[in-house]
């Protein structure tokens, strides 16, 4: 008998409850509900900015789930450490950029071009000058003046776009004395 | 709670982005001939004057750089050899053929060998990680060439991959 003395005064607050309710007069309501946001490294974002699948891809890095372009001593995927002095070099297929959203976007990377100089123009005495250009290997691109970025239009859903690199370093004495430490700015729009 | 769970779901799904803008480091070294993407490490010898570490590898084999005993060139009339002179190593990411040009006055005169016997002006091929050593041949039979000329006074390397 106790016990269904128990269950009776339950069923009474529960009914109380919905009244109150009911009239909408309540000084507050804490309600907890999921919203799921997830991080996803940088390969599987909606934007995916990953190394390229072939064997230049091992000249950029993944650290915390985030690209890096490496030509350093820090990358010990390759044996080298840097780019010869007085020489060009080309990297072909470095990274990849692919739209993984449903919605087309407009890619648009900057800088382009990356430069360090030292020594001084006047009088003329150049000590070391490293230019770093990136080019996109697919894709219709174009050099929006208006943005000075670099835009690769209509990116589908599941689209990509490969970019590859050229450096050129001169004279000897740029080695050691001049490097890009830079970043590059990737923005896609809807 | 069921159906704000599976909303959340599928705005997953989509994946629906109007925009993002993402900052990413790109950093690129100028390294020495002895650390860079293509090595070019000289050995301990007379004939190089700079080995390529901290620097670019040059050789000298003129007046400018004689021996201790007085030697200042190669004999005119004569095909001289110069044994393991410089290592060129691909120490990239894809296997490469590596070539030289020459340029000067008697390019002809010079030729760069591998450890086979193979010409570096035909193009040798190097894996990832492989190396060959070099040697010169210097050959001054051609009547065309005089005494006191510079048979060559640059190359070019030349590695691109396969």
């Known amino acids: 008998m106790e016990r269904r003395t128990f269950v009776l005064s339950a069923g009474a607050i529960v009914g109380g409850g919905g009244l109150a309710l009911g009239t909408g007069a309540f ?27 072939g064997p230049n891809g091992a000249y950029a890095t993944m650290d915390d789930g985030e690209l890096a372009v490496e030509l350093t001593d820090d990358n010990g995927a390759v044996a080298g450490d840097g780019v010869n ?14 739209n ?17 100089v030292s020594g001084s123009i006047f009088p003329p005495s150049i000590d070391g000058v490293l230019g770093v250009l990136l ?22 859903p599941g689209e990509e776009t490969d970019f590859s690199l050229a450096a050129v370093a001169f ?16 923005t896609a729009e809807a | 709670m069921g159906a704000l769970a599976s909303g959340a779901a599928a705005m997953v799904g989509t994946g629906a982005f109007t925009s993002v803008t993402a900052a990413r480091d790109i950093d690129v070294a100028v390294a020495d001939d002895a650390s860079a ?39 005119p009339n004569a095909v001289t050899e110069f044994g393991s002179l410089f ?16 340029s000067g006055q008697h390019p002809d005169a010079v030729a760069f060998e591998d450890g086979n016997g193979d010409a570096l002006a035909d193009g040798i091929e190097l894996a990832v990680g492989e190396s060959a050593d070099i040697s010169l ?8 060439i005089d005494v006191d000329e510079q048979l060559v006074d640059s190359v070019v390397f030349h590695a691109v991959d396969n």
């Open chain 1, 27 to 53: 000084d507050s309501v804490e309600a907890e509900r999921d919203v799921s946001i997830t991080v996803a490294d940088d390969a599987d974002g909606y934007l995916s900015i990953r190394p390229h699948d």
């Open chain 1, 85 to 98: 002095a007085n020489a060009l070099t080309g990297v072909a297929n470095l990274f990849t950029i692919q």
């Open chain 1, 100 to 116: 993984q959203g449903t919605n087309e976007v407009e890619l648009a990377v900057s800088p382009l071009t990356f430069l360090d």
């Open chain 1, 135 to 156: 080019v996109p290997q697919s894709g219709s691109w174009s050099v929006d003046p208006d943005r000075g970025v670099l835009s690769i239009t209509d990116l589908a």
């Open chain 1, 171 to 186: 004279p000897e004495s740029a080695i050691d004395e001049v490097e890009i430490d830079d970043e590059l700015l990737i």
């Open chain 2, 37 to 75: 993407y293509l090595r070019l490490k000289g050995t301990d010898s007379h004939y190089v004057t700079d080995d390529g570490d901290g620097g670019t590898l040059a050789l000298d084999l003129s007046g400018d750089n004689a021996t201790p005993s007085g030697g200042s060139g190669v004999n």
């Open chain 2, 87 to 102: 290592e060129i190593a691909n120490q990239g990411t894809q296997p490469v053929t590596v070539e030289v040009t020459k």
């Open chain 2, 137 to 144: 041949v210097v050959d001054t039979t051609d009547n065309a």
